[in-house]
């Protein structure tokens, strides 16, 4: 059942059927993947019926000639299904990918991974017959077997941005979906769950010589527990793993941190990955170290550094190319190790990275010889298409590398929403938890980016709404939106909109992202407010004019910013968080808390009274809307609840609107419709675009 359903349509502003059936135009791209000679180059496109998206699908070309693709897929010609995760297999003879093409008889939704011998006309043989989920798959370098991770009789995504099953039985214990790494064998497609059910594994990579795993792993729960998970290694042939990292257990920069996307060195000596404070399991930041495969003290390569890292692939011993988030842009950088020490060389600047994470890979292939690189790009201006970077020169010093767009499915899209700036601004650093006196001596330099309204007019005042990204540990990248809550929409109907990456967020270093640590709602805001007297003295912005919004940790940040502020004509706050001691207590992911507020809700209760929004209710006048999925898991819909109640109570106008089967990422393409709709008559309401 849906909204409409239920008569609680908002009553649509028809300019917000239109925006959105333009954005639902979009053929969003997923994956690139190069072969490993170079030779060919694969991506995954939504797929299209009658110029509407329908299911996703695979092309693969040339690399010489990748304006010529040809469609891979397990169906018959025609058939709409979803198609992909790719991975090629050493030799560059067979590609890999998931599909759903052959499921109608068995499972409507179960997909299974077939092989694409290529040729001058593919050959598809269909490998797996499984029960479950699978994702991620990776041949074994010696190319007999494909790994991949595998949740065997799942009944929903492992997520926790999924909708929520309904809770029944005896919660923690029993109904456990655990993810585990499996392999199929190359030849006969028999298939075998590696690592042991006691863990549940979130990313893995094959040693050099395909006998052993490295992977990311906690006990289950495992949407819960990847806060405190370790690094292991195990042979194949063992049902015996051994962790090599701890992080709970480790000194130094690292301690009680969160590790992601393992990768195995060349030789096999070493273990590369990303270490940071995270909020995120998928949404990858912090810098990139490196241990012993045996075990030991990890190194940090990138110390010091004021960028994030997201993503790694180590090609050849000594060198390790990396992407890095700097200020609100990414780039893709390698690693020079030398003994004793290591040196950045940037190699490309300012090109967008995908956020989809996912277990860790990014949208972003690079043949074996590094000569050229595929990746996915977009921008504010500019919708998703399938780019190339090609070596300029051999020879050449600094930066190498031509751009040159290979797709063209979306180029007769326009921006319906004016165009992007990004600013900088001085934001003070106060002592709080996490930054003593000493260290409180010197100005933040805040990012964020500007989206102008559409049709601007320099002679005319427009309104603004600020937009605060999820997270905290995330970051505004200038990217094409998708269908769904965003801050496009409210530019294309005659906004400015503001979109701060803040203290917490990342692009400029781990101490910035840790610098809201057991201050969340104070420093952050603090940034936020300084962004908003920058472009309000700069831009043709009404100061009288200025609403709030954000989803999730944005959402707590708008329940928390009316609080603390009466300068917000309108807040829509999305899945937010109003009460952080009773939160502890209701979401499936607790853990994530422990590392940013140092304890858990029952050991230092104050640390999380001090930065709920309820406990300050008394100072709210700003109207305010709180939306929510009835099964979000991670920002359950109590807590939208106990904010909506409380302003009610204290006669502020609000209003709470609760979406039927959703998590905490809205799926129904009526809610999203929906939830937009509402957002805009909210600020049209109370902060008119005139």
Known sequence: MNLKAQNLNARRDPRIDSLIDNLGKVRNLYQTAISPD??????????????????????????????????????????????????????????????????????????????????????IRRLTHLPGIPEAPAFSPDGKELGFLYVEGATRRASPLAAEKPPAGVIGEEGLEIKRVAEADIASGQVRQITPASLYTYEFDWSPG?????????????????????????????????????????LGPLHGLQIAVPRWS???????????????????GGDVYVVAAG????VNLTMGRTSTAAWIYWRIPGEIEFTEIVGGSSRLSTIMQKPGSSEVLRIVEDFTAPAKLGDGTLDLSLSRWADNFFYIESSFASPPEVWVEKSVDAECQGNCYHPQQITHYNDSLKPAW???????????????????????????????????????????????????????????????????YGPAPFAALGYFVLMPNPRGSYGQGEAFTQANRKDFGYGDLRDILAGVDAVTKSHNIDPERVGITGWSYGGFMTMFAVTQTN?????????????????????????????FM???????????????????????????????????????????FEFWHALKAQHVPAQLVVYPNEGHHFVDPEHQRDVIARALAWFQKYMPAQ
């Open 598 to 640: 140092g304890a858990s809700v029952y050991d230092d209760p104050g640390v999380y009274a001090k930065m709920s929004a309820i406990n300050f209710i008394h100072n709210v006048k700003t109207p305010t809307l709180a939306v929510v999925g009835d099964r979000d898991g991670e920002c359950p819909a109590p807590q939208s």
């Open 418 to 484: 004016g165009k992007a700036e990004s600013i900088t601004w001085i934001s003070s650093i106060q002592p709080s938890p996490t930054i003593p006196a000493s260290d409180a001596t010197k100005d933040f330099n805040v990012q964020g980016w500007l989206l102008y309204p559409a049709d601007y007019d320099p002679a005319k005042k427009y309104p603004l709404i600020v937009h605060v990204h999820g997270g905290p540990s995330s970051a505004e990248l200038p990217r094409w939106p998708e269908v769904g």
């Open 295 to 298: 075990g030991g003290t990890p």
């Open 266 to 284: 060349p030789d096999g000596k070493s273990i590369a990955f990303i270490g940071g404070l995270m909020s995120d399991q998928g949404v990858t």
């Open 38 to 123: 170079g030779a060919r180059i694969a991506w995954v496109v939504d797929g299209e019926e009658q110029g509407k998206r329908s299911g996703s699908e695979i092309e693969v070309a040339p690399r010489t000639s990748p304006e010529k693709p040809i469609r891979i897929t397990a169906g018959s010609k025609g058939e709409l299904c979803v198609e992909g995760s790719l991975a090629w297999s050493p030799d560059s003879k067979t590609l890999a990918f998931l599909s759903d093409c052959q499921s109608a008889g068995e499972n409507k939704t179960q997909a299974d991974f077939y092989l694409a011998e290529m040729g001058n006309k593919p050959k």
């Open 210 to 250: 395909s006998q052993e795993l490295a992977y990311i792993a906690a006990p289950p729960p495992g949407e819960n527990n990847w806060w405190v998970a370790q690094l292991y290694t195990q042979p194949i042939v063992s049902d015996k793993p051994t962790s090599i990292l701890d992080p709970a257990n480790t």
């Open 567 to 595: 300068r917000f004509r309108a807040a829509v706050a999305g899945a937010g968080i109003s009460n952080w001691q009773s939160y502890y207590g209701q979401n499936s992911i607790d853990q994530w808390m422990t590392p």
